[in-house]
């Protein structure tokens, strides 16, 4: 093959490679929507970054897989992992999420001491099987919220 040729060939190559990206080994999302949540809760009580990342993200798929930006996609799980250390926490109850038939909706109570808040979670099932955290509300956990002593 000529230089010229070889030249071409690398440069028709480059940007599929550039697109591709790297590929991410993650494991298994849950296949229910209350075991993605308590798995989620799981890596963020041991403080499992890599999990919590491989748990979050939406249809397309976790955001270890579909955001790019590594500095962001940190920022977003350190911040959820402070702010979401909990004790405890008590499934309260699943439902749909009105005008998304396919996400779910659930209600979390989050026991810290003697603090008990109530934190919805939001569930989307990915194109690839299981269910990822795709949202959750943590504005009940701010220090300003009012949240109610823990039975």
């Known amino acids: 093959m000529t230089t010229s040729r070889r030249l071409l060939a690398a440069l028709s190559l480059g940007p599929l490679l550039a697109c591709s990206g790297p590929r991410v080994a993650v494991r298994p999302a849950p296949s229910s929507p209350e075991a993605t949540v308590g798995q989620f809760l799981a890596a963020v009580n041991a403080n499992d970054h890599v ?3 491989e748990l979050f993200g939406d249809e397309a798929g976790p955001v270890t897989a579909t955001v790019k930006n590594d500095a962001r996609r940190d920022s977003v799980i350190t911040i959820l992992q402070h702010v979401l250390v909990t004790d405890s926490a008590h499934v309260l109850g699943t439902e749909p999420v009105p005008g998304k038939p396919d996400r779910r909706l659930i209600r979390m109570d989050l026991f810290t001491g003697d603090r008990k808040v109530a934190v919805p979670f939001t569930v989307a099932p990915q194109r ?10 943590i504005l009940p956990l701010m220090p300003s919220a009012n949240a109610r002593p823990r039975p």
């Open 128 to 137: 690839q099987g299981g269910w990822l955290v795709t949202l959750i509300d």
């Open 51 to 53: 999990r919590m990342a």
